[in-house]
């Protein structure tokens, strides 16, 4: 734990951290599930001071390690939401996916997570996984809504480095109808959509910061940091990071960088783009997205109308 706590005084040196002004807390991995509540207690007594009042303290979670000991281990240590990595409720897709979980143990995990005391409880779906269909996701959908949540984030599956499905392609395939239909299914079924990947009849606080390209501390192995204009990259080895945790590579960002980033996170999302922001051609196209009912133009800020869009706006914005 020591590598993690030298990281974390360093990063609260750096970020000249004020009693009372950390405002969210994301634990995320890795399998934050594998590792014991207790060895939290440490680094959670020593940022008590930093921490805002009633702040949103999340916890990723994998059904098969999120035991009713640990769930409740965390509770108590003031984790108030949780987001279970279920991907699927279906056995084959979840074997596909390389998931060590079964759809009974996923809704065993969250129905525990309630009986707990959690308020917040969200899962995240995957699709656009070869093999899905209609009826295998609307399963997914209508099991998970049978379930104490109030947040869904789906991911369309993406072929990333360094995993499983590196040199399998084939294994994703987005069908845009398809994707429009799961949001729609999502959102009539009684979560509103606020971002591309996120329902929730809760807004995760934590999410909406980076949206609103708010600074934030990334502590542990290969957890990325951002303050202003700087970008902060941890030693994503954790042999490497546990020999010396404050190794870490900076990026800097020009203020062109920044924009263009708020423009893509504005316009994936509920937070939009302050009119601020814009050049001059850059406001004439967006009055043009107006006119075509595209974007919505309320007390000087634009927002996109279908999230589906965002990219494409975005690049039409900038153009
Ligand atoms: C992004 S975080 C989840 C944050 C959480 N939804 C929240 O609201 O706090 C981790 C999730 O990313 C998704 N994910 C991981 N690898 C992925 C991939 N290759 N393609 C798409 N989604 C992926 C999985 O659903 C995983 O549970």
């Not at 279906?90 to 996923?106: F, T, W």
């Amino acid at each position: 734990m020591s590598a993690l706590f030298i990281q974390l005084k360093h990063e609260l040196l750096r970020f000249n951290a004020q009693k009372k002004s950390i405002e969210t807390i994301f634990i995320g991995g890795g399998t934050p599930s594998t590792v014991a509540p207790e060895l939290y207690t440490e680094i959670f007594e020593y940022i008590q001071p930093y921490l805002k009042e009633n702040i949103e303290i999340t916890s990723e979670a994998n059904p098969n390690s999120a035991t009713y000991e640990w769930l409740e281990g965390m509770y108590s240590l003031g984790v108030n939401r949780i987001s279970f990595g279920v991907q699927s409720f279906d056995e084959k897709k979840l074997k596909v996916l390389n998931r060590a979980h079964s759809p009974q143990m996923a809704k065993d995990a969250i129905n525990n997570a309630k009986k707990i005391g959690f308020k917040n409880l969200s899962l995240d779906l995957i699709y656009a996984t070869l093999g899905d269909t209609k009826e295998l996701i609307q399963n997914d959908i209508d099991t998970a809504f049978s379930l104490p949540i109030n947040h869904i984030s789906a991911y369309a599956l993406t072929i990333e480095e360094g995993t499983a499905f590196e040199h399998k392609p084939q294994m994703s395939s987005e069908q845009l109808e398809i994707t429009s239909w799961i949001f729609k299914s999502i959102i009539e079924k009684g979560l509103p959509q606020y971002e591309i990947s996120n329902f929730g009849k809760y807004q995760s606080s934590h999410n909406l910061g980076y949206w609103k390209y708010k600074d934030y501390m990334g502590v542990g192995a290969g957890a990325v940091g951002k303050l202003d204009l700087k970008r902060f990259y941890p030693n994503p080895d954790i042999e490497e990071y546990i020999e010396n945790s404050c190794i870490i590579r900076e990026e800097s960002l020009t203020s062109e960088d920044k924009k263009i980033e708020q423009f893509f996170l504005g316009m994936r999302s509920c937070v939009g783009i302050h009119a601020d922001l814009f050049s001059l051609n850059e406001r004439k196209q967006a009055n043009i997205l107006v006119e075509e009912n595209k974007l919505d133009l309320k007390a000087n800020i634009f927002y996109n109308k279908d999230y589906l869009l965002a990219d494409e706006i975005t690049l039409f914005l900038t153009s």
